[in-house]
């Protein structure tokens, strides 16, 4: 047997790989765990995030009313309407932005930023005494804020939840309308007694 010859058997004995594809790792985001005590902790987070982005926007009528019998009794109804208006319009189109950031795994970068926000808006609207204040405080800021905080309290269920989403996602978005209820009863309980201006600093997620 001649060189060329041993060489064809012995590439003859070696296996021949026709297509090399690499097997992918698990990740968390392969088999979502659908309960335990993790994933109804996201739940609960979300639940809060609800009801400090979307409550107080579902309770903006209360304090329209304030408004229109307060500091800000020379302007229109529908002028007060635009501050609330405008809180609601940033807290979604925002998420063009914090949607592709939330990806990118700025998470926590939006909580935080988010609730600075917030609370920075809430202290400064406590001390406006013009339309112009309350629209930069309550309309611009708080809602930037609260639109950093809504794309992370929905995006985040799914990771943790297969056949129980609905349940999860139905349970976290409940957060907003008892916003909706427990802000107002707060407040007309509270500022008669202290205040705007300290209702207003006290109103601050934590």
């Known amino acids: 047997m001649d060189a060329s010859e041993k060489d064809v058997h012995t590439r003859a004995d070696e296996p021949i790989l026709i297509d090399s594809v690499p097997v992918a790792q698990p ?3 392969d088999a979502p765990p659908n309960g335990g005590l993790v994933a109804w ?3 609960a987070g979300s639940f809060f995030l609800f009801f ?4 107080t926007v579902n309770a903006f009528g209360v304090f329209q009313t304030y408004y229109q019998t307060a500091f800000l009794s020379n302007e229109s109804p529908s002028n007060i309407s635009w501050i609330g208006s405008i809180q609601a319009f940033l807290l979604l189109i925002i998420g063009a932005v914090t949607g592709p950031l939330y990806d990118a795994g700025y998470f926590r970068h939006l909580i935080l930023t988010g609730c600075l926000l917030v609370a920075f808006g809430f202290m400064m609207t406590s001390l406006c005494s013009q339309y112009w204040q309350v629209i930069l405080a309550q309309g611009i800021c708080i809602g930037l804020g609260q639109g950093c905080l809504f794309i992370p309290s929905v995006a985040i269920l799914p990771q943790y939840f297969t056949s129980k989403k609905a349940l999860a996602i139905g349970t976290a978005a409940s957060g907003s309308s008892l916003g909706g209820v427990i802000y107002p009863i707060v407040f007309r309980q509270l500022q008669p007694k202290i205040g705007f201006v300290s209702f207003s600093s006290s109103t601050i997620p934590s």
């Open 41 to 43: 902790i996201q739940v």
């Open 52 to 55: 400090n982005s979307w409550g």
């Open 27 to 29: 990740t968390g985001y």
